[in-house]
T-cell receptor
Framework: DAGVTQSPTHLIKTRGQQVTLRCSPK?????VSWYQQALGQGPQFIFQ???????QRGNFPDRFSGHQFPNYSSELNVNALLLGDSALYLC???????????????FGPGTRLTVL | AQSVTQLGSHVSVSEGALVLLRCNYS??????LFWYVQYPNQGLQLLLK??????LVKGINGFEAEFKKSETSFHLTKPSAHMSDAAEYFC????????????FGTGTQLKVEL
């Protein structure tokens, strides 16, 4: 059973460019969350998608947007890249349970984004 | 807002010694708490979680954590450290509002020495 997969593994962009990161959830999972992990920091929640809708959003600007497809895979888009957007972007998937706050999130290996 | 604080950004232990990684939470409601481990160049792996059932939670790889409401703590322990335990450990609290957004601490880097 494949776990959470993310592509690409690494990406280098320049300031002002746009980037799209992709995530395939674990088989049977219907909820996808995205996190940003800056070097030496803990992951910070960007947003979460369930049933193709953004369900929760963290404290990130509108330059960060996402999408969930009918097959539950997801994309994270970042526009007008800044140097400070350089980070490891983690995708996590889970199954919507009766008590969502206790649902376990399974993380992918991440995409390392470098903005020059 | 819910948050967690991890005391000690770096912890070093000898192989075979007790591992103790500290996590304190701040929450106005009963929290759901998690410990994750991150090996170099990898994503996060769940070690264990507290969901208001038993206060002593056993996880994978011999780790366990005890929820102490009076101390607002959820420290991670392992009786005997192994070289393979060297990694970064994150404590996290789950948010409210219908989803399972995680708020992470800043992490503790565990070093295991011979």
């Amino acid at each position: 059973d494949a776990g959470v997969t993310q592509s690409p593994t690494h990406l280098i962009k320049t300031r002002g460019q746009q980037v799209t990161l992709r995530c395939s959830p674990k088989s049977g999972h219907d909820t996808v969350s995205w996190y940003q992990q800056a070097l030496g920091q803990g992951p910070q929640f960007i947003f979460q998608y369930y049933e193709e809708e953004e369900r929760q959003r963290g404290n990130f600007p509108d330059r960060f947007s996402g999408h969930q497809f009918p097959n539950y895979s997801s994309e994270l888009n970042v526009n007008a890249l800044l140097l400070g957007d350089s980070a490891l972007y983690l995708c996590a998937s889970s199954v919507q349970g009766s008590k969502p706050s206790t649902d376990t999130q399974y993380f992918g290996p991440g995409t390392r984004l470098t903005v020059l | 807002a819910q948050s967690v604080t991890q005391l000690g950004s770096h912890v070093s232990v000898s192989e075979g010694a007790l591992v103790l990684l500290r996590c304190n939470y701040s929450s106005s409601v009963p929290p759901y708490l998690f410990w994750y481990v991150q090996y170099p160049n990898q994503g996060l792996q769940l070690l264990l979680k507290y969901t208001s059932a038993a206060t002593l939670v056993k996880g994978i790889n011999g780790f366990e954590a005890e929820f102490k409401k009076s101390e607002t703590s959820f420290h991670l322990t392992k009786p005997s450290a192994h070289m393979s335990d060297a990694a970064e450990y994150f404590c996290a609290v789950s948010g409210k509002g219908g989803g399972n957004k995680l708020t992470f601490g800043t992490g503790t880097q565990l070093k295991v020495e011979l």
